[in-house]
């Protein structure tokens, strides 16, 4: 299953070096934009502050959603999760509108930017932590398909482009056009406002226990029915836990069988569908065919 040891080491790495990441940023950032007064820069100051929020965030709920299931939580605690993502929308939601606040009034009130070159190098800095910090994510959501770590990636992703973004403004402030500098701010901020939004659908999908893709519900009624004495398959339900599937089938069997072949081949296209799903939990009910279709046997 996908709460093995090594899953769950992965999962508390990634988020410990997303907290990291995040501290050193805002750091770095603050001296610059306190030295520059850039719009672009407190931009980058913004995102990069609610990134520690949020990362710190995804810790505390990595942390509870690893935990076993228990009398009270049978399905685990993975929606901790998804819970975290909507968290995480809000607060980027929240940065959006503060920097577009800011480039709005440094549009009426236009400045020079200080000390831009020093920015620069700042902002080169947080494109080398970034990119290294999304590769191990990479790596982290590919093994373990966790909900919290995509949505923390999906806001670092778009903190690539913000610090592109803030980087062109600076360079292009440091040769006299200040204007810009505004303008990239507020462009920076539809960006993030649209980051948070599909961030917010994505955990809102799964604490709705929204269906897994039709594509996948179909192949795994394949599976099933390409198990040796199934004759068929139906009411297949699936819903998403944090890093979970759990999946729900009915198989239509012979009636004649025993107990104990009905269950060994119900095991064996549960075993099915989890090898070609590892993060699906299957519990399958069997049911006689001629109770299922009964015009066929009459």
């Given at each position: 299953?996908?709460?093995?040891?090594e899953?769950?080491?992965l999962l508390r790495?990634?988020?410990?070096?997303?907290?990291?990441?995040?501290?050193?940023?805002?750091?770095?950032?603050?001296?610059?934009?306190?030295?520059?007064?850039s719009?672009?820069?407190?931009?980058?100051?913004?995102?990069?502050?609610?990134?520690?929020?949020?990362?710190?965030?995804?810790?505390?709920?990595?942390?509870y959603?690893?935990?076993?299931?228990?009398?009270?939580?049978?399905?685990?605690h993975?929606?901790a999760e998804?819970?975290?993502?909507?968290?995480?929308?809000?607060?980027?939601?929240g940065?959006a509108?503060?920097?577009?606040?800011?480039?709005?009034?440094?549009?009426?009130?236009?400045?020079?930017?200080?000390?831009?070159?020093i920015s620069?190098?700042?902002?080169?800095?947080?494109?080398?932590?970034?990119?290294?910090?999304?590769?191990?994510?990479?790596?982290?959501?590919?093994?373990?398909?966790?909900?919290?770590?995509r949505?923390?990636?999906?806001?670092?992703?778009?903190?690539?482009?913000?610090?592109?973004?803030?980087?062109?403004?600076?360079?292009?402030a440091?040769?006299?056009?200040?204007?810009l500098?505004?303008?990239?701010?507020?462009?920076?901020?539809?960006?993030?406002?649209w980051?948070?939004?599909?961030?917010?659908?994505?955990?809102?999908?799964?604490?709705?226990?929204?269906e897994?893709?039709p594509e996948?519900?179909?192949?795994?009624?394949?599976?099933?029915?390409g198990?040796?004495?199934?004759?068929?398959?139906?009411?297949?339900?699936?819903?998403?836990?944090?890093?979970?599937?759990?999946?729900?089938l009915?198989?239509e069997?012979?009636?004649?069988?025993?107990?104990?072949?009905?269950h060994?081949?119900?095991d064996?296209?549960?075993?099915?569908?989890?090898a070609?799903?590892?993060?699906?939990e299957?519990?399958?009910h069997a049911?006689?065919?001629?109770?299922?279709?009964?015009?066929?046997?009459?």
């Amino acid at each position: 299953m996908t709460s093995s040891p090594e899953h769950a080491r992965l999962l508390r790495l990634a988020t410990r070096a997303s907290v990291a990441v995040a501290s050193i940023l805002i750091v770095a950032k603050a001296i610059a934009w306190w030295l520059s007064g850039s719009v672009s820069m407190l931009a980058g100051l913004t995102d990069s502050a609610l990134d520690g929020v949020t990362s710190l965030l995804n810790l505390l709920a990595v942390h509870y959603a690893l935990r076993p299931a228990d009398d009270d939580h049978r399905y685990g605690h993975g929606k901790a999760e998804s819970l975290a993502g909507m968290a995480q929308a809000l607060f980027i939601g929240g940065s959006a509108l503060l920097i577009a606040f800011q480039a709005f009034d440094r549009l009426k009130h236009p400045e020079p930017i200080g000390a831009p070159w020093i920015s620069i190098g700042v902002i080169v800095f947080s494109l080398g932590m970034t990119a290294a910090l999304l590769m191990l994510q990479h790596r982290v959501i590919r093994e373990t398909g966790s909900n919290a770590v995509r949505a923390d990636s999906l806001h670092y992703r778009s903190d690539l482009l913000l610090n592109g973004s803030i980087l062109l403004a600076l360079v292009l402030a440091g040769f006299g056009w200040h204007q810009l500098d505004a303008w990239f701010g507020l462009a920076i901020a539809a960006y993030i406002l649209w980051s948070a939004i599909q961030i917010a659908r994505e955990s809102f999908t799964v604490l709705m226990d929204e269906e897994l893709p039709p594509e996948v519900s179909q192949h795994m009624l394949e599976l099933a029915c390409g198990v040796p004495g199934v004759l068929g398959a139906h009411d297949l339900r699936t819903r998403v836990s944090g890093s979970h599937w759990f999946v729900q089938l009915h198989l239509e069997l012979p009636g004649e069988l025993t107990l104990s072949v009905a269950h060994d081949i119900s095991d064996q296209a549960a075993d099915a569908i989890h090898a070609a799903y590892p993060r699906a939990e299957v519990l399958v009910h069997a049911d006689p065919q001629e109770v299922v279709n009964p015009v066929r046997h009459q």
